[in-house]
């Protein structure tokens, strides 16, 4: 069996991440969407908040047989954990590749029977971002065209908790 893990910080999972996630899904047997608890950026949402949205993203769009977990520390270790074959990565535009390399042969130093899949987003969600979704809403915009509805009902209840505690600057 085939297995592929799907890390990010999914902070919080976009029609982006979803499109990615269906494409990964056809070529694996099985997918495992990876929440990190330790982001590089300080996160909105909390590890388990992440995850719980995730699956009712998953729920909420029809998409079957998908496990998600939290990981902690070092990805190449979580993959070995789990016995995947491959990491998958999105691409948006040319502004995740830097980084993206430079991830992806770090972890190939670290395992290299470990392979790292970059997938390319629909056109539509190539500049679309967790960070973006969550400006537009603070500042009262429409984002049903960017997330699924679970996840447009957890922003408005995770800004309506925090109130005047939002830093615009840490999302
Ligand atoms: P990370 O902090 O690990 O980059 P993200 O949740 O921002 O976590 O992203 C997880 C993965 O999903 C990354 O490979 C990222 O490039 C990809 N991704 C995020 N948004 C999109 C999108 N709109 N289209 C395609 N891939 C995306």
Same mark, same amino acid.
């Given at each position: 069996m085939r297995i592929a893990l799907y890390p990010g910080s999914f902070d919080p999972i976009t029609y982006g991440h979803i499109d990615v996630l269906r494409r990964a899904k056809r070529l694996f047997d099985k997918l495992i969407v990876a929440v990190v608890e330790n982001p590089r950026k300080t996160p909105l949402f909390t590890a388990e908040e992440r995850k719980k949205l995730v699956e009712e993203a998953l729920a909420e769009e029809g998409i079957c047989g998908v496990e998600v977990i939290t %990981?902690?520390?070092?990805?190449?270790?979580?993959?070995?954990?789990?016995?995947?074959?491959? #990491? #998958?990565?999105?691409?948006?535009?040319?502004?995740?590749?830097? %980084?993206?390399?430079?991830?992806?042969?770090?972890?190939?130093?670290?395992?290299?029977e470990i392979e790292t899949v970059f997938l390319m987003t629909a056109g539509q969600y190539s500049f679309l971002s967790s960070s973006i979704v969550k400006e537009v809403k603070l500042y009262g915009g429409d984002v049903s065209k960017f997330v699924p509805r679970c996840v447009e009902r957890a922003l408005e209840a995770k800004f309506k908790a925090l109130g005047a505690k939002v830093n615009p600057h840490a999302l």
């Open positions: %990981y902690s520390g070092l990805l190449i270790e979580c993959a070995k954990k789990v016995g995947a074959v491959a #990491v #998958v990565r999105g691409l948006r535009a040319t502004s995740d590749f830097d %980084y993206e390399f430079q991830l992806a042969l770090t972890n190939r130093d670290l395992d290299s």
